[in-house]
């Protein structure tokens, strides 16, 4: 994928084997990053590989310097509340291990992802914008002013991540006006990953602001980078399905259009073979 070579339309349109280079599923252009990130067809698959690498950050968090700071999350967070214990995966980890397992990953809701509880005392503030991944939150003990960390997770073309940032950081800029309207200080972090499993430099600065430091950072970062190339992997199997279904599908409905037009024809040529070909 990351070398343009998928066999997606748009490849095989150039290779003079499709005749055209929309997607099969949506009819979009076609294309590596349509493929596996873009494309409405495979939503569901791409956002679960959001929330179980959200869930694997967010536990870390809880593990982290900063732990009991977090708020709200918009993945993993409620499934701490009520089993703490998970986030003991990572003091179990053994050598080579790429991280938490995938079944970490909150299902409460129909994409796998778990509603949000709100920072106390922000509830009209916070049910009027959008909720990011993670948000953490403290007091200074000097000023008495709050201190928030808005935390957004997104997945980008791994040679052009700057237009995903740029999208991150604006987000919840309406949120982020809304905390500071109310008196409180806020920053926003945004943690990039590659649909390929690229690592950029600014990634472990950004979870290092989270409080993930020592061991725990190569870890996370180790299971961030296999559990990218994992998903490459299950969303273009789930792709590939998809298209022979539909192919499927669409063959039926030729041979119905076909029995239906030709009426009494079957019957005619009840000599002939039958047709097994399902295209």
Known sequence: CRWGQLPTNKN?????????????????????????????????????????????????????????????????????????????EWDSDDEGSEGPSDNTADTTGTDGAASSPAPPGNQRRWDQSSIPDATLQHTDPATGREKYTLVEIKYCEDTRPEGQETRAREQHQALKHRLESGGADVSVVTIMLGVTGAIYKDTPESLQQLGVTGAALPRLLKHLHFHAVTSLNTIWKHRCTLIREKRRGEGGSDRRRQQNGEGGAAAAGAGRPADHDMG
């Open 12 to 88: 095989l349109h150039r290779w003079k084997k499709r005749p055209d280079s929309n997607c099969p599923l949506c009819m979009q252009p076609d294309g590596g990053h349509h493929a596996i990130s873009a494309c409405p067809a495979v939503s569901n698959a791409v956002t679960l590989r959001h929330n179980k690498a959200g869930t694997a950050i967010v536990q870390a968090i809880l593990k982290g310097s900063r732990g009991e700071e977090l708020r709200a999350a918009d993945v993993g967070y409620n499934r701490h509340v009520q089993q703490a214990a998970t986030a003991a």
